[in-house]
């Protein structure tokens, strides 16, 4: 399969083009060229999604997998550059975009969230989830081909560059007593990014289209599993020492709120 990546060398778009070229699958980047392409790749195209897709005016793909879409007129400028180029476009969203997050259990069919301004060209917290669906509803109007739209829960794995996850093992492996909230019982998801991208690759080589939750089941894990095993390899004498979460919570937002000299 000819496939086209838009990104590629970070985190999740990392792992999706690795699993490609392991797949055996001819694969071409277009991204800034900030970072080194992984191994195998057939092309690398030089450009900014935001500003020129001009290395995009020839070339024919079976597929797009577009792993760092986050406004709307991203993917409205990438389908009307690539037209009939290309046979199928696979978005990589998130559950982020469904309206209420405090809900269990929440499938492809719940509510998703709404913006203010669909024009915004600021990412935040508050209009993250609202402008990635409307990524998804941008493509479902403007591109007239099979669409695969995947909505994973928390990303973990190798260069993971956040620390939602890996905050947790990190920690521990460096012993002493850890602060953990008191709710062993907690239910946890998350998708490791190497089985996001060996599921995607395979949806796609099979023309799976539709939108789809990707994440663990419900209730496989919970924290204390997490912090059990963190225990299981942490040096010796390591405690997790349990503390209520709204205090940790209250902590923790003092923490992101306040102001940052450095």
């Given at each position: 399969m000819r496939l086209l990546v838009i990104g590629g060398t970070r985190f999740v778009g990392k792992h999706m083009v690795e699993a490609a070229v392991a797949r055996g699958?001819?694969?071409t980047l277009f991204n800034r060229g900030n970072r080194p392409a992984p191994r195998g790749v057939s092309r690398e195209l030089r450009g900014d999604r935001d500003e020129d897709l001009s290395a995009l005016a020839e070339g024919?793909?079976?597929a797009v997998l577009d792993t760092s879409a986050y406004l709307p007129r991203q993917v409205r400028s990438l389908v009307d550059a690539l037209g009939s180029?290309?046979?199928f476009y696979a978005l990589v969203s998130t559950v982020s975009v469904y309206a209420d997050q405090t809900l269990p259990h929440l499938d492809e069919d719940a509510a998703l969230a709404e913006v203010d301004d669909e024009d915004a060209e600021e990412v935040t917290?508050?209009?993250?989830?609202g402008l990635k669906a409307l990524c998804e509803r941008t493509l479902a109007e403007r591109f007239e081909g099979p669409t695969l739209v995947i909505r994973p829960g928390i990303v973990v794995g190798p260069h993971d560059p956040t620390?939602?996850?890996?905050y947790w093992p990190a920690r521990f492996a460096r012993g002493g007593d850890v602060l953990v909230p008191d709710r062993r019982d907690a239910p946890m998801q998350w998708v490791d990014a190497r089985d996001l991208a060996a599921w995607t690759l395979k949806a796609i080589e099979d023309g799976l289209t539709a939108t789809y939750n990707v994440a663990t089941e419900p209730w496989r894990f919970t924290l204390g599993d997490l912090i059990d095993a963190c225990l299981a390899h942490a040096p010796?004498?390591?405690?997790?020492v349990p503390v209520a979460e709204?205090?940790?919570?209250?902590?923790w937002a003092r923490a992101v709120d306040a102001p940052r000299d450095a």
């Open positions: 699958h001819d694969v024919t793909w079976d180029r290309v046979g917290n508050r209009n993250y989830g620390d939602r996850f890996t010796a004498r390591t405690r997790a709204a205090w940790l919570l209250a902590r």
